[in-house]
């Protein structure tokens, strides 16, 4: 009877033992499941907390940047006729008398997500004057508030047969190239 006691016993114990065993093991699954789902569940709120610095810093750069964009878009709006009023305006704060003329259009080019064409006109400006108020004339056109440059300049000493005043010893030429999106594009 003793023995039989005891291989019941033993039998339970090796059944609790199992018993234990297995949920030791089911315990164990569970927990590397829940792990890894936590190591998942970080590795996407990093990624959403990327994304969402990722956005806030574009959308802080938009609107640190919506002035000078306006800005961008009012210079390169500016019609033709504005710009040749632009010209002759510079040389009339210099001093001397600048004539605009032969204005030519360039290709033109559509922006990339936009309905604009932009457009390249070069402009023909000449005067006559002396050399300070030539070279003043030239660095105000080099300044002014639309979108372009001086591809040439050239500067040339009128002979004194030419110069019947005596008082414009140098004679002005340059070539300034402009962008716009206006539409009266020659």
């Known amino acids: ?3 039989e006691i005891s291989t019941s016993f033993a039998l339970v114990m090796f059944a609790s033992a199992l018993a ?5 093991a089911l315990f164990a699954f569970s927990l590397q499941g829940r792990i890894l789902a936590g190591g998942k569940a970080q590795k996407q709120g990093e990624l959403t907390r990327n994304q969402d610095q990722s956005t806030a810093q574009l959308h802080a750069f938009a609107q640190a ?25 510079a ?3 210099a001093g001397v008398s600048l004539e605009v003329s032969g204005a030519q259009s360039r290709a033109a080019t559509t922006l990339k ?9 070069s402009f023909t400006v000449t005067g006559q004057g002396t050399f300070a ?11 002014l508030p639309i979108a372009g440059s001086i591809e040439h300049i050239d500067m040339s000493r ?5 110069n019947t005043r005596g008082d414009f010893p140098w004679q002005f030429s340059t070539r300034i190239r402009v962008l716009t999106t206006a539409q009266n594009v020659p």
Not at 113 to 121: E, F, P, T, W
Request: aromatic share 4%; net charge positive.
């Open 1 to 3: 009877m003793q023995k």
């Open 158 to 162: 009128v002979s004194p047969e030419g």
């Open 20 to 24: 234990v065993s297995f949920s030791v």
């Open 91 to 93: 040389g009339k704060a």
């Open 133 to 143: 108020k030539l070279m003043d004339a030239a660095g105000l056109l080099e300044a």
């Open 65 to 89: 940047t919506a002035s000078e964009r306006a800005s961008l878009k009012a210079l390169l709006q500016t019609d033709i006729l504005s710009i040749a009023t632009m010209l002759t305006g």
């Open 113 to 121: 997500g936009s309905k604009y064409m932009l457009s390249a006109v």
